[in-house]
C-alpha cells in the first residue's frame, strides 16, 4: 500500500511576516497521520521554515537544487549538499516554469535528480505536456520522454527512492484541473511504463498529481486508484485550505 503524499509549493510567495503566520497556521493544524506532508518554501525562507517546524511532522523541501552535488564556482545556485545540511529532505526537479522558464531541458533535470539523490534527498521529479500537445494527443510521448529521460539514463532503480508528479502544464495556476479520469489515465500509464522495467518499483512508487489542487477537489482527484497525493501549489498558501486537503488524501 502507497503511503499518500501531499506536498506545498510556495513557489516565489511570501514575506517573513506572512510565511511566519503560515508556519503557526500549519502547526496549528490537525494533520491526518497516515499521509507524509511536505512544504516547499522560497529558498531564502527554508531556514526560518526548517527551524518553526523542527518539531513538526510536516518535512521541508526544496523548489530547486544546483545540478552539482557539492559546493562550487556557480553563482546564485544551491546546492543539493548545501540543502542537505540544512535539513532539507526532498527537492522538487523539473517543474514546468523551470522547464520553460529557465529552460531547462531533460538533461538538465536528469543530472540534478542525479544530484539530489546522491545528496541524500528524495526528488519528486515533475512531468506534464502542454495543451497543444495534448490536444494533439502527445499527452503520454511527452510525460515518458520525460521520465525516461531518468530511466534510460540511469536505471528504474533510483526511482525505489523518488516521487513523480504528473502534472499538466494546462492546469498550472490556471484554474483548470484534469478530470480524475484524465489524471487518472496518465497516471495508470506512468505506472505501466515503468512496470516495463520493474514492476515491484512501479507498484511502490508513489505518483501524485499536481495542476490547481483544491480542497474541493481533492478528495475525487485522490480516490482514484494511481493518484497517491498531490503537489500543491496556491492552495498550499493556506493552511486550512492545505490541511482540508492533506486529510483528503488520508480518507
Known amino acids: 500500500m502507497r503511503r499518500p503524499l501531499v506536498a506545498g509549493n510556495w513557489k516565489m510567495h511570501g514575506t517573513r511576516a506572512s510565511i511566519a503566520t503560515l508556519v503557526a497556521e500549519l502547526s496549528a493544524q490537525a494533520m491526518p497521520t497516515d499521509v507524509d506532508v511536505a512544504v516547499f518554501p522560497g529558498l531564502i525562507h527554508l531556514q526560518t521554515v526548517l527551524a518553526a517546524l523542527a518539531d513538526c511532522a510536516i518535512v521541508v523541501g526544496s523548489q530547486d537544487c544546483a545540478v552539482q552535488m557539492e559546493e562550487g564556482a556557480l553563482t546564485g545556485e544551491t546546492s543539493a549538499l548545501q540543502l542537505q545540511d540544512l535539513g532539507c529532505s526532498m527537492v522538487i526537479v523539473g517543474h514546468s516554469e523551470r522547464r520553460q522558464l529557465q529552460e531547462e531541458n531533460d538533461g538538465v533535470i536528469c543530472r540534478k535528480f542525479?544530484?539530489?539523490?546522491?545528496?541524500?534527498?528524495?526528488p519528486i521529479l515533475c512531468v506534464g505536456e502542454t495543451l497543444a500537445e495534448r490536444e494533439a494527443g502527445l499527452a503520454l510521448v511527452t510525460v515518458q520522454r520525460q521520465v525516461d529521460a531518468i530511466l534510460l539514463e540511469l536505471g528504474v532503480d533510483v526511482l525505489s527512492n523518488a516521487v513523480i508528479a504528473y502534472e499538466p502544464i494546462w492546469a498550472i495556476g490556471t484554474g483548470l484541473t484534469a478530470s480524475p479520469e484524465q489524471a487518472q489515465e496518465i497516471?495508470?500509464?506512468?505506472?505501466?511504463?515503468?512496470?516495463?522495467?520493474?514492476?515491484?518499483?512501479?507498484?511502490?512508487?508513489?505518483?501524485?498529481?499536481?495542476?490547481?489542487?483544491?480542497?474541493?477537489?481533492?478528495?475525487?482527484?485522490?480516490?482514484?486508484?494511481?493518484?497517491?497525493?498531490?503537489?500543491?501549489?496556491?492552495?498550499?498558501?493556506?493552511?486550512?485550505?492545505?490541511?482540508?486537503?492533506?486529510?483528503?488524501?488520508?480518507?
Open 114 to 122: 542525479i544530484a539530489a539523490q546522491a545528496a541524500g534527498l528524495t
Open 187 to 251: 497516471h495508470a500509464q506512468i505506472r505501466v511504463h515503468v512496470a516495463k522495467y520493474s514492476a515491484s518499483i512501479a507498484q511502490a512508487l508513489r505518483i501524485v498529481y499536481g495542476g490547481s489542487v483544491k480542497a474541493a477537489n481533492a478528495a475525487e482527484l485522490f480516490a482514484q486508484a494511481d493518484i497517491d497525493g498531490g503537489l500543491v501549489g496556491g492552495a498550499s498558501l493556506n493552511a486550512d485550505e492545505f490541511s482540508a486537503i492533506c486529510r483528503a488524501a488520508g480518507n
